[in-house]
């Protein structure tokens, strides 16, 4: 079986021009003789489903799309869509062989309901469809793998067609760029089947995708690999009977994560101010390291002639030479630089304010996106500034130890940025932080506090046995809360670069109550082996007068382990989490070893 990945860059619901090059790419596989043409899962509809008042028209322009591929493809395609039910998001991927149409995913769910299986056990049905001499599965989501591997599926090959886009916390979303670090090599060996990764290209709603599709034998052995960041047509021949070696496998790259979490920000950032219709940015540069930090990045996304700087002269030689610095390093023209003095003026909140106005008229009178310098750690623990023009915070979900490291990454690509010491980490004020040594150590534990909490679901008393210093874990996270009211009322948008945002992990607003470390035995593991104990000493309890002592004793068992169920269920099963949701951390199937940052994971595998 031959099989080919269109790696391509679209507009989510731009169906004229994303069917036109789908016909193109159609044409280019079949003279290469491919039996399959796999279209990646954003390339139609994205990955966010419009709203519930569209929802009517989008399908009906997506039904009218199809059919003309139906009519137009050379070779038979996988095009995933991209549906909505019960409020959820809902991918599936048609089949489309000249004009015969098959919604592979709500197929194999009407066969499941059709078979009438009852069992509690049984997986929600997934494709296992007869094609071109293979057996082939659809997977959608981690879980679906895990389905895979788990239950008796009996498929030679599984496409799978990922919606996550890249979050540093998840090195498996960088597709074929990660393997040494990613779970597919295992979902390989585990189902015994070749995994056809389709890695969507792009930036659609906040989040970044990165290519590089991929092509695994069931052995674990790189078949074929397209490059990160780029479109491609990949190409691989897949045998369902080799047992292996490869004739010529691939090796896979060393995962590098900060430098493909750059790449992630320069495409977001230069999708942002594509969408906003803007001319370039314009940057306020006040010699901290997050400023000169976007600014570079800016420069790097869209060229140095579409972007403006805002130099401010704030009164430290330091900072105001390391502005300099950079705008020449960066070759910005001079007249793409403006300079504001704000060295006299002793009120700081007013001269901040000064400069965001001034931000302001440059981005209207240049029609520029004007950025912001605000990273995941200072947005989280810091106070919202009063006055901001930006409409974009490219660093926004980036924690403050991860800026550093892409400071570090950048500089090494060429030095930019100036080594001074005003590129120090501030550091956030959380209650008890002088316990700990040095800027970078208060910084990063911080950070490791914040990602424990927001991206795992780990517990404050989780996240202090790991690494100690209780009361200052309590604080970090007291306040992250304190801070959500200011949060929830910034307007500008950031590049997703995490699994969970600080919008999508918000509390509920106005809530009193806070968390605080527990010992082990108040914790409800401690409390279910107490009462665990209970019910074994039951068992010798005298039995009341008249009662039958067999009764007696089985009826207290049975509403104990009810209750142990109950509270186990409830905390492990997401009682706490939104009605309807399963909220387990993360995306699943990962765990805080499998990357969480650029720096080394805290937790053990316990």
Request: charged share 25%.
């Amino acid at each position: 079986m031959r099989i080919a990945i269109a790696q391509m860059e679209t507009r989510a619901g731009d169906f004229e021009e994303t069917a036109r090059r789908m016909v193109e790419r159609s044409r280019r596989a079949a003279e290469q003789g491919v039996d399959l043409l796999v279209f990646p899962a954003a390339t139609l509809c994205g990955v966010t489903p419009v709203s519930r008042s569209d929802r009517e028209g989008f399908l009906l322009d997506l039904a009218g799309c199809v059919m003309g591929l139906a009519e137009e493809l050379v070779c038979p395609c996988l095009v995933p869509v991209l549906t909505e039910t019960d409020g959820a998001a809902l991918p599936d991927a048609l089949l489309v062989d000249g004009e015969d149409i098959r919604p592979v995913g709500l197929a194999a769910r009407l066969e499941a309901l059709a078979a009438g299986d009852k069992d509690d056990d049984s997986p929600t049905g997934l494709p296992e469809l007869e094609f071109a001499g293979a057996r082939l599965g659809v997977a959608f989501t981690y879980e679906d793998l895990d389905t895979y591997d788990e239950y008796d599926y009996d498929v030679d090959v599984i496409v799978f067609l990922s919606g996550y886009g890249f979050a540093v916390d998840d090195p498996s979303s960088a597709m074929g760029s990660s393997l040494t670090e990613g779970r597919f090599p295992a979902d390989a060996e585990a189902t015994g089947a070749w995994i056809v990764g389709a890695a969507s290209l792009g930036c659609y709603d906040g989040q970044v995708f990165t290519g590089s599709s991929f092509v695994l034998a069931p052995w674990g052995e790189l078949a074929a690999q397209a490059p990160a960041f780029e479109e491609a047509l990949l190409v691989c021949d897949v045998d369902p009977s080799a047992e292996g070696p490869l004739a010529a496998p691939l090796t896979p790259e060393v995962y590098d994560a900060p430098l493909t979490a750059w790449g992630a920000l320069t495409t977001g950032l230069a999708a942002a101010v594509r969408r906003a219709g803007a001319e370039g940015a314009c940057v306020a540069l006040d010699g901290s390291l997050n400023a000169l930090l976007v600014a570079t990045l800016a420069v790097d996304a869209l060229g140095p002639a579409r972007v403006r700087a805002l130099v401010l002269l704030t009164g430290d030689p330091t900072r105001d030479a390391a502005s300099e610095v950079l705008v020449r390093a960066l070759r910005l023209a001079e007249g793409s630089v403006e300079r504001l003095d704000l060295s006299g003026e002793k009120d700081l909140v007013l001269a901040r304010g000064l400069a965001e106005a001034h931000l302001a008229a440059l981005a209207a009178r240049e029609g520029c996106l004007p950025l912001g310098s605000l990273d995941k750690t200072g947005r989280a623990l810091e106070p919202a500034p009063p006055v901001s023009a930006a409409r974009l915070q490219p660093l926004g979900d980036v924690y403050r130890s991860d800026v550093a490291a892409l400071a570090r990454l950048r500089n090494t690509i060429s030095p930019v940025m100036p080594t001074l010491a005003s590129l120090e980490l501030p550091v956030p004020e959380v209650v008890g932080l002088d316990e700990l040594s040095g800027a970078e150590a208060r910084v990063e534990f911080c950070d490791l506090v914040l990602s424990g909490y927001l991206e795992w679901d780990l517990s404050v008393s989780d996240i202090a046995a790991e690494r100690g210093h209780d009361g200052l874990v309590a604080a970090v996270v007291s306040s992250l809360r304190a801070h959500e009211p200011a949060r929830a009322g910034q307007t500008a948008g950031s590049i997703t670069l995490s699994s969970r945002t600080l919008e999508e992990a918000r509390g509920p607003l106005g809530l009193a109550w806070d968390d605080r470390v527990r010992p082990a035995s108040e914790r409800l593991s401690g409390r279910l082996a107490s009462l665990a104990s209970e019910v074994a000493e039951s068992s010798s309890d005298e039995p009341e007068e008249g009662a039958d002592p067999a009764d007696s004793g089985e009826n207290r068992e049975r509403d104990v382990r009810d209750l142990l169920g109950y509270l186990r269920d409830f905390s492990l099963g997401g009682g706490f989490a939104p009605l309807g949701g399963t909220d387990q951390g993360g995306r699943g199937g990962e765990g805080p070893l499998s990357g969480g940052s650029f720096w080394e994971s805290p937790f053990s595998e316990n």
